[in-house]
């Protein structure tokens, strides 16, 4: 082979990987908005976010695998019920815990991450299990992109736009931005905190719904499928700076792309070996985040 | 207006206020006035929610504060401006104003309030989608005022309204106290600035060490040995 035909040949792959890895950063994205939004807000982590996603992906598997419900229907009740699960799990483990050393905040949602995953192991087995829907592959010009990551991208965009709209637009978006920059005086604008936080798990929930919908087209569900997407989405927004939306999103990206890139040289693990040594380094580098969230 | 009546409160195992008696009637300007640690800051605290009465009794037009939940009683038309303003210093003008309209009854007239409290702090319009963290002392202040009259209150409490602000701020702030005042709102400030603050009241309490000591009108307090001596200096 030519040396000229290699490159043409890597300057496609190339391609294709990047936009492969912008099109896995969207969901990363939709994922990091979810938890960045929980401690950015309530300045609490929740460990179990990926669990939920996991029982929302359940939640979609049951719906259209086994009841034969649509996709395109299934879908806002899968978000419903994790938004109802997120906010379960703010008022019964959260609140009781908000003054609470951070330490015994994490040890409880790390708790319910093990609850959640033996619950998952004990009724629905570990048995590997996937809606059946396989989407086409889509041929741009030598290119090859899967329908499925499309249709992921543009959902998780629409879903940050959503909740960017709802943050800046309405009077109860303003209010959960105001409560992560002073909760104390709240109650002087006639904010009531505790509904405020409620709403705030809610739509972190939703967000984890909406992921779940999205990667279930993609993935296999089973009870530890927490762990693929729990701790990258956990480095992305620690390496973002944690609570800062926008560092989140910009490392979502960064974190896709060194992983799609990566997966070029070789395998796709070792794209993710790549990515979190990555993280590593700039944890070094930049101990606070890319963006630093002031304090 | 507002009642207290015997009115204790403190924070945790320290008590701060005893046994306050305070009025504010309708159409009024009071002052409090005293030396740090007298418990003014508690006092303004305790009528807003922001902390709880461990005794006594706080109405405001004959509804029991004590009862209300704390972030219902903006709703009876109690509108406070905190001790070092405390704005959403990341958030802009027009944010922190709207988080002033927050409660039910306010949502809907949140565009007219927002033409009053531009037309009362011109220069908050020019600023309005600026963050209000990197704003001056001064258009701090206004903006803090602002978001509290968003409410359409009809009691503003205002707590050291002039510190940390400029002499010049300092006069222009008093200027405004006036003119909402003359807007037919009922004020109750608290200041350190002794001699500004007799200017815009037309009655004052003295408050040392969490209790009561004077009151009077603005003159008698003027006249009144206790605060010559103690607080003007002559």
């Given at each position: 082979m030519g040396m000229q035909a290699f490159l043409d040949i890597f300057d496609i792959y190339l391609l294709e990987a990047v936009i492969n890895g912008i099109l896995l950063g969207g969901v990363l994205a939709l994922l990091a908005l979810g938890l960045n939004l929980i401690f950015g807000v309530i300045d609490v982590t929740w460990i179990c976010y990926a669990e939920l996603v996991m029982i929302g992906m359940y939640a979609m598997y049951f719906m259209v695998q086994y009841y034969g419900v649509g996709y395109f229907i299934a879908a806002p009740f899968t978000i419903l019920l994790v938004a109802a699960l997120g906010a379960l799990l703010h008022y019964l483990v959260i609140a009781p815990l908000l003054t609470a050393p951070p330490i015994n905040q994490l040890l409880a949602t790390g708790g319910v991450l093990f609850v959640l995953q033996s619950f998952a192991t004990v009724a629905f087995g570990i048995d590997f299990r996937n809606l059946g829907i396989r989407l086409p592959v889509l041929a741009f010009g030598d290119m090859n992109f899967s329908y499925a990551r499309l249709l992921s991208f543009l959902a998780a965009l629409v879903g940050m736009v959503a909740v960017y709209l709802f943050m800046t637009r309405t009077f109860t978006g303003t209010a959960i931005r105001a409560i992560a920059q002073d909760r104390q005086i709240m109650a002087l604008m006639g904010v009531d905190t505790k509904r405020i936080y409620l709403i705030t798990s809610a739509l972190g929930g939703a967000l984890a719904g909406l992921a779940a919908c999205l990667l279930v087209l993609q993935y296999d569900v089973h009870p530890f499928v927490g762990l693929s997407f729990g701790p990258i989405t956990f480095l992305i927004c620690v390496l973002g700076g944690l609570g800062n939306f926008i560092g989140g999103f910009i490392a979502s990206f960064l974190f896709a792309e060194i992983i799609s890139l990566g997966g070029l040289f070789s395998d796709l693990e070792w794209g993710y070996v790549l990515a979190f040594a990555f993280f590593i380094v700039m944890m070094f580098i930049r101990p606070a985040g890319l963006l630093a969230r002031r304090r | 207006m507002l009642e207290l009546r015997g009115v204790n409160a403190g924070y945790g195992t320290f008590q701060a206020l005893f046994d306050v008696n305070l009025d504010v009637k309708a159409g009024e300007a009071v002052g409090v006035i005293g030396p740090n640690g007298a418990g003014k800051t508690t006092l303004m605290r305790v009528i807003s929610g922001l902390i709880r009465p461990s005794r006594g009794s706080i109405k405001m037009e004959g509804v029991d504060v004590v009862a209300t939940p704390a972030h219902k009683i903006v709703s009876l038309g109690i509108a406070h401006v905190p001790e070092n303003r405390r704005l959403f210093p990341q958030l802009t003008v027009d944010d922190n104003l709207k988080m002033g309209a927050f409660m039910k009854e306010a949502r809907g007239h949140y565009a007219e309030r927002l033409d009053v409290v531009f037309d009362l702090f011109p220069r908050l319009k020019e600023r309005?989608?600026?963050?209000?963290?990197?704003?001056?002392g001064g258009e701090q202040q206004m903006c803090a005022i602002g978001r509290a009259l968003m409410s359409s209150p009809k009691l503003l409490l205002l707590d050291e309204p002039s510190a940390g602000l400029a002499p010049v701020v300092v006069q222009q702030v008093f200027e405004l106290v006036k003119r909402i005042r003359a807007s037919g709102l009922t004020v109750l400030i608290v200041e350190q600035n002794v001699q500004q603050v007799l200017k815009v009241v037309d009655r004052a309490y003295l408050i040392e060490a969490g209790t009561i000591r004077a009151s009077g009108t603005s003159s008698e307090m003027l006249a009144s040995d206790t605060v010559k001596e103690a607080y003007l200096g002559v």
């Open positions: - | 309005r989608h600026q963050m209000a963290g990197t704003m001056s």
